[in-house]
């Protein structure tokens, strides 16, 4: 189950974010219309499993590279 204060903490940082991950919940993600939602969860699907098959960590992108690879996906 969730709590205000998990609640506020995804607000928080849905503000500067278009996903976030909760441990035991699962992803949130938000976007401009339905479709940009589905493509934002396909994609860290995705994400996770090629490091899964890689046996990597996942490491932090930063705000420069993020935004270009949404440039270069958005639909």
Known sequence: PGSKALAEAVALVMQTHDLVQLRNHGQVTVGKDFRQVIQNAAYFEMAC???????????????????????????
Do not use: W
């Open 49 to 75: 499993e090629i490091l899964g098959h890689a046996g990597k960590g996942a490491r932090a992108m930063s705000a420069k590279a993020a935004q270009s690879l949404r440039a270069a996906h958005t639909v």
